[in-house]
Structure formats: structure tokens, C-alpha cells
């Protein structure tokens, strides 16, 4: 029922899961096969209606689960029992300030830095970014700032050689690219396959966002 349960998940069907917990309770603890839980199921795939309920039904939120979720004084009352869960990586690969970076957890965000959450931390997954990769692409316009304020490097490349400029000209999103820019952030820069942020603009017809880029490049 196990993997039934999760497909249900996935899918937004939230009468099912309903039914499958009425029936076996048990499987609000439950992790499917990549060790992935229900609630940060529910939240990967955008169901937060069902992510809401798992929370209401009581699912026992990990570290990694309370980052996406916010949950600050789960989080830290966490990472007090274990110091060591500040660092920590999840079974994909995120550390706790990475989700709550990308989760756009600000508050969160702020109390991890304030607690020496590395922000240097590359995830250990394909993207293998930081979370100021993170922040940029979870559009979290107030974590970017923290990360910028205590020192993180707006020109980190992840894999492929993209930068935090390169995700937010592909969002459009000239309010981060402005935040970047003011931080130092090369605005011609090339990834590997030597496309620029304007590349990305263009591509993406983010008009906006190629006038600004256009300007500073000049």
C-alpha cells in the first residue's frame, strides 16, 4: 500500500490518501523508495493541499522535511538535540539551509546562517549548487539578500557552469538580478556551453530582463 500511498500523493489525489490513512495510520511515517517522506513528497510535487493535511494529521516532521516547511522552532530544537543536523544532507542530496532557501523560508534561512550553516555547502546531487543557487531559483528574494549580506559568492558556479545570474535572467526575474548585480555578480558571464544570462533572457523572451542586462553589460 506503501507505493500506492505515494502515487496518490504524486497525483493530487487527495481522497485516496485520505482513505489509505483511515485505513493503515502507519503510513504517515512512511518513505517511499528513495527514502523521501510523505509531507516532502507532497511539497516536491506541488500538492500542498495534501502536505497541509499530512501536517494536520500529525506527520513527524525530520530536519530536511521542517526546512521546506518552515517549521523554525522544529528545525532548531532539532538541530539543538543533534549539532550536527546543521550540515547534514538529505537522501537527495539538500542541506536544512538549502531547502529553506529554495522553500523561500526567510526567517528560517536567517536563523540557520545565524547558527553557522555553511553557505559554501554544495548540494550532493547532480546541481551540486549552493544556496544562494538555491534562494535565486526558489525566487527568495529576501534569503538572497542574508546569503549576500554575510558573505556568500554571487559568482558560485554549480554544474554546468551556471551561476546565480544565469537562473535568475531565465526567471526573468529582474529584481534578483539587480540584488546580484549590486553584489558583484558578473553580468556577461558564460556558462559551460557558453551561454550568457542574456542568452537565457532571450531565449525566454523576458524583455525586461534583457533591457536590464543589456544596460549593464554596455
Not at 490513512?21 to 504517515?28: A, H, I, N, P, V
Not at 500529525?58 to 516547511?69: E, M, N, R, T
Not at 542574508?146 to 544565469?166: C, F, K, S, Y
Request: with cysteine; net charge negative; charged share 20%.
Amino acid at each position: 500500500m506503501s507505493e500506492k500511498f505515494f502515487q496518490a500523493i504524486k497525483s493530487g489525489d487527495t481522497d485516496s490518501v485520505v482513505a489509505m490513512l483511515g485505513s493503515d495510520s502507519g503510513l504517515l511515517n512512511a518513505r517511499d523508495q528513495n527514502g523521501l517522506d510523505a509531507y516532502t513528497t507532497a511539497r516536491y510535487h506541488g500538492k500542498n493541499d495534501i502536505a497541509k493535511f499530512l501536517l494536520e494529521k500529525g506527520v513527524q516532521l525530520d530536519v530536511f522535511a521542517a526546512s521546506l516547511a518552515g517549521d523554525k522552532e522544529r528545525v532548531l530544537t532539532l538541530i539543538d538535540q543533534n549539532p550536527e543536523l546543521i550540515g547534514a544532507y538529505s537522501q537527495d542530496g539538500w542541506t536544512p539551509l538549502h531547502l529553506a532557501c529554495f522553500f523561500g523560508q526567510p526567517a528560517l534561512t536567517e536563523a540557520l546562517i545565524a547558527r553557522g550553516a555553511d553557505l559554501t555547502a554544495r548540494s550532493r546531487n547532480p546541481l551540486k549548487n549552493t544556496p544562494l543557487h538555491a534562494a535565486v531559483a526558489g525566487r527568495n528574494v529576501p534569503a538572497v539578500r542574508a546569503l549576500i549580506e554575510r558573505g556568500a559568492d554571487v559568482n558560485a558556479r554549480q554544474e554546468g557552469g551556471w551561476t546565480p545570474m544565469h537562473s535568475a535572467a531565465q526567471n526573468g526575474d529582474t529584481e534578483m538580478l539587480q540584488l546580484l548585480i549590486a553584489a558583484g555578480a558578473n553580468v556577461t558571464v558564460r556558462a559551460d556551453n557558453q551561454q550568457t544570462p542574456l542568452d537565457l533572457a532571450l531565449g525566454k523572451g523576458h524583455q525586461a530582463t534583457v533591457d536590464l542586462l543589456e544596460a549593464y553589460a554596455a
